[in-house]
């Protein structure tokens, strides 16, 4: 079982930076890639950004495109999501996930692992 505990969200500024961190825990060795999600209130779940845990690849939503960096920290187990120029329509609960499975399910909520979610709120 895989455990994911979020945290490093909160209130910002318009123009402001953040970094969310997941800490990651479990039988982790099979998982295939992780993400971060976010979901504002009557919106759908939307992916913005994911990482292959081998290799290191990264994938971005084009809203997060040159504002926001995924890495992940094996050493401490902890994938990192670090948000720059972050606007109003940023606010969101923000998810991290997990994927165990034989692919990866790269922008779409198909991940079988999530947290709790942290919230991100950025005031203009």
């Known amino acids: 079982q895989v455990q994911l505990v979020e945290s490093g969200g909160g209130s910002v500024q318009a123009g402001g930076s953040l970094t969310l961190s997941c800490r990651v825990s479990g039988y982790t060795f099979s998982t295939m890639c992780m993400g971060w999600f976010r979901q504002s209130p009557g919106h759908v779940r939307e992916g913005v950004a994911g990482?292959?845990?081998?290799?290191?690849?990264?994938f971005y939503a084009d809203s997060a495109k040159g504002r926001f960096t995924i890495s992940l920290d094996s050493a401490k187990s902890t994938l990192y999501l670090q948000m720059s120029s972050l606007n109003v329509e940023d606010t969101a609960m923000y998810y991290c996930?997990?994927?165990?499975?034989?692919?990866?399910?790269?922008?779409?909520?198909?991940?079988?692992?999530w947290g709790q979610g942290t919230q991100v709120t950025v005031a203009s």
């Open positions: 996930a997990a994927a165990t499975l034989a692919y990866c399910p790269q922008l779409t909520t198909s991940y079988n692992h």
């Open positions: 990482i292959y845990t081998r290799g290191g690849s990264t």
